[in-house]
């Protein structure tokens, strides 16, 4: 369970820029780990989290654009047992992402990140999660396009054990999708495919690869 709250100033006074600084602060529980502090004290039941970030939007023409964010975040374990060395996180934390309206037909985006994550695993509560990602979007008709989507993302678990070891577990993930979409009317949107999922851990139990198909139909009604 989480309850964010945040504020954002932004700057809108560039035609092709916008520039923002914000804070957002999450506090957050494990509801199965509550009152249970003899399996769960070395972990805790809850945290809080402060993100301070400052972004900017710039078109560099009417084909290219970039969004960028960068911070810093500060993450406190709550309900830890006495004695218990802190599982508390800190770090920059940050997101770049590049637009290309390559032609009409095609679309092409990138994204890098770094940000500090919630996970819900018998001896983790947080992790450092590194990624990129490339997409691309192909009109094939005016209706149909094709999308193919790579992600990459490598997670490095706090928690477990006597210390805070941000290694303590340590997770590469590589996912493949690619899927066709087609949308018949304005607000109506079928899209069908596969995806292919490869989790390598140093933690052989936790290594496995997995594909799916899938079919998602999306209405719109404003």
Do not use: C, H, M
């Amino acid at each position: 369970d989480e309850l964010i709250a945040g504020i954002e100033g932004l700057y809108t006074g560039n035609p092709v820029a916008l520039v923002g600084v914000g804070v957002d602060v999450t506090s957050g529980r494990y509801p199965g780990r509550e009152g249970q502090p003899q399996r769960f004290g070395t972990l805790g039941d809850g945290f809080q989290q402060t993100d301070a970030f400052t972004r900017l939007e710039y078109r560099f023409s009417g084909i290219s654009s970039v969004q960028a964010e960068l911070g810093y975040s500060w993450r406190d374990a709550k309900g830890l047992s006495a004695g218990v060395p802190d599982r508390d996180l800190s770090g920059a934390t940050g997101r770049l992402r590049y637009r290309r309206q390559q032609s009409a037909l095609t679309l092409i985006q990138l994204e890098l990140f770094r940000r500090l994550d919630s996970v819900e695993e018998f001896d983790a509560v947080s992790a450092e999660r590194w990624g990129a990602l490339a997409e691309l979007d192909y009109a094939l008709t005016r209706r149909i396009r094709l999308e193919g989507r790579y992600r990459y993302e490598r997670l490095d678990y706090v928690g477990g054990g006597a210390a805070a070891t941000p290694a303590a577990r340590a997770d590469r993930i590589d996912v493949y999708r690619a899927a066709l979409r087609y949308q018949p009317l304005l607000w109506l949107g079928i899209t069908g495919g596969v995806e292919s999922e490869q989790r390598r851990s140093n933690r052989d139990a936790r290594s496995f690869e997995t594909g799916i198909g899938f079919i998602e139909i999306e209405a719109r009604y404003d």
